[in-house]
């Protein structure tokens, strides 16, 4: 059974949020987060969220490394490390009555100041992507910033809204597709209405950084282009949670499971496990996936991996949500790999507010140690679904909350957040 521990306690409460950033410094020691003192409303535009990040050698101790007033629940201010960088992190903030992005030196603490919010950066950390958050926040305050009026509201597919690409060193930046623009390409969703307003929100880079996604929303449909723009492509509709399998396909959840797509208009998915619906990422090896569960019917979430080629299911363990969690401010798990694949950091209520917590799992991925495992399970999620390929029968052995051991770690609860040079290291 994996090992689980906080790292990070009251009475504040913490979460890092959506599952494709990079959360981990390159050597998998510092792990970002954000903290707040409120829960189970929107934010407003007062409201300021605290940036940190968890020292996981010395005590799970918390380093303070700034502040935002552009966050949602869901994607927090898209805090992240830049790709390749051991060095400088970036998140949302809003200043001047303009949202903006923050570019930290977490060695030095020199600040640099970008034009534009980002959302998905680049394999190499050269471009971030960026999309309109005062539009979003008008359909899904879970996801947009409060603070900004959209400027394009009564526009149904503006032109000045969409995906624009900035250089992460310079702040330059260009819309690359405009709602117009995406609104164009056919073909359109069935249930589209002819002057409705749209929105665009989720990009996300290839693997090789040549082409991106992104949902266009309400009437959902995923997109790809190149990263100028061009080569608009309509994959599929009804697009949930994403991610790239490799430069030329995507796994993407929709109609009851995770199916696999070429990136080509219209592409045909391939059923890869009939499940209910998470948050995807793949391992390096692209043979497993780890992914997770909404609440059930009691309320609890599920971490688990899934070996694609054999449809096995490995367990992690299962968390209850209390009710309050719901709607906007909902704790999704949002399971998180380590750079070294052998840990996994999600968010979670299930112990009194929302905290952030390390699982160990190794032996349990891409190196555990043959099929002999204690604690893989097979068995098929959802009743009435499509059975997937070479699928075996089986049910999964019950992981409860409460059994998942708990190391004590001293977080806020335990060492103080002493600070030492500009932001803590030491």
Not at 38 to 52: A, I, K, L, M, Y
Not at 173 to 180: I, K, N, Q
Not at 329 to 358: K, N
């Amino acid at each position: 059974m994996p090992v689980v521990r906080p790292i990070t306690r009251g009475p504040h409460y913490h979460w890092f949020g959506y599952y494709d950033k990079l959360q981990f410094d390159p050597s998998g020691r510092f792990v970002l987060g954000m903290r707040v003192d409120f829960e189970n409303r929107n934010p407003t535009p007062e409201d300021t969220v605290r940036v940190g990040m968890v020292d996981l050698e010395d005590g799970d101790r918390w380093i303070e490394l700034g502040e935002s007033r552009a966050w949602g629940w869901q994607q927090g201010c898209h805090l992240q490390w830049r790709p390749g960088s051991d060095r400088e992190v970036i998140w949302n903030d809003r200043v001047g009555g303009v949202f903006v992005a923050i570019v930290l030196d977490v060695k030095t603490g020199r600040r640099r100041l970008l034009p534009r919010p980002v959302d998905n950066l680049s394999p190499d950390g050269r471009w971030a992507l960026g999309v309109d958050f005062a539009r979003i926040h008008g359909f899904r305050a879970g996801y947009g910033y409060a603070g900004v009026a959209d400027p394009n509201h009564d526009a149904a597919v503006p032109e000045a809204s969409g995906v624009y690409r900035m250089d992460l060193d310079t702040g330059e930046t260009h819309v690359v597709v405009s709602l117009a623009q995406a609104a164009a390409v056919g073909p359109q969703h069935p249930s589209v209405v002819a002057g409705a307003r749209r929105y665009i929100n989720h990009v996300q880079w290839s693997p090789d950084g040549r082409r991106f996604l992104f949902l266009e929303r309400p009437a959902t449909r995923l997109l790809t282009a190149a990263g100028d723009g061009s080569d608009l492509r309509v994959v599929m509709f009804d697009a949930s949670h994403y991610a790239w399998r490799d430069s030329r396909s995507l796994c993407v959840w929709t109609g009851g499971g995770y199916r696999l797509y070429a990136d080509a208009p219209l592409a045909e998915g391939e059923l890869l496990w009939a499940s209910v619906n998470g948050h995807q990422t793949y391992f390096a090896d692209r043979d497993w996936l780890l992914t997770d569960t909404y609440p059930d019917a009691q309320r609890m979430q599920t971490i688990y991996l899934l070996h694609l080629p054999t449809a096995r299911r490995v367990d992690l363990g299962h968390f209850h949500s209390p009710p309050d969690y719901r709607g906007d401010w909902r704790a999704d798990l949002h399971p998180r790999l380590s750079p070294d694949e052998r840990s996994v950091c999600f968010d979670s209520p299930h112990a009194g507010g929302r905290q952030m917590y390390l699982m160990d799992i190794r032996g349990l991925g891409p190196n555990s140690p043959g099929d002999a495992q204690e604690n893989v399970s097979v068995r098929r999620s959802g009743a009435g679904r499509p059975r997937p390929r070479r699928h075996p029968g089986g049910r999964a052995p019950s992981i409860p909350a409460a059994d998942v051991r708990d190391e004590a770690g001293s977080g806020e609860g335990g060492r103080s957040s002493r600070q030492s040079s500009p932001i803590g290291f030491r």
